[in-house]
């Protein structure tokens, strides 16, 4: 009587089925993202190109006129094509903006600067103040304590827009402390 071949154990065929079933899962998922792949493929090649879009710049800007944008390209790139003046007013514009159309932007100057006050003061200010205003305007708008430098207010120096003022102590009194 012939022998017939030995069997697989079955733990063996559990080993043998579970290489097949991970092999058969890689090879599906392969599929599914090459025609996902595929298909995004077509979706863009079918889109209309963007329109262009030109931005117009007046007004606070070094060089006014018409800038073109990328598509993707925010305001903030075509206001910096035309450059600032100093004292340019960006508070009501969005610079982030994505323009899907053209536009014209007027930019405005600004009249007046904003700052903050500390140090030697009775009270922490916020101070809205004329563009062109001086460190030594600003003796009478704000009250200070009685240790504050009066020789400080002699500066003439122009505030900027946003700076952060601070009142420094009389060396005199420090001394005596």
Aim: hydrophobic residues 40%.
């Amino acid at each position: 009587m012939a022998q017939s071949p030995p069997s697989l154990q079955k733990s063996e065929w559990i080993f043998f089925v579970v290489i097949l079933a991970l092999i058969s899962t890689v090879f599906t998922i392969s599929k599914l993202t090459s025609a996902r792949s595929l298909e995004r493929l077509q979706k863009w090649e079918k889109k209309e190109p963007l329109p262009e879009v030109w931005i117009e710049l007046a007004g606070h800007v070094k060089r006014p006129g018409k800038y073109k944008l990328r598509p993707g390209e925010c305001l903030g790139a075509a206001l910096r094509k035309a450059g600032l003046k100093p004292f340019a007013d960006l508070s009501g514009i969005d610079i982030a903006l994505l323009p899907d159309r053209c536009m014209r932007f007027d930019i405005p100057e600004a009249r007046t600067i904003h700052i903050r006050v500390e140090g030697c003061v009775k009270e922490i200010l916020e101070l809205e103040v004329d563009r062109g205003s001086r460190i030594s305007d600003l003796k009478g708008k704000i009250e200070v304590t009685a240790d504050a430098d009066p020789k400080f207010f002699r500066k003439r120096r122009k505030l900027r827009e946003g700076e952060l003022v601070e009142i420094p102590i009389d060396p005199k009194t420090v001394c005596l402390r």
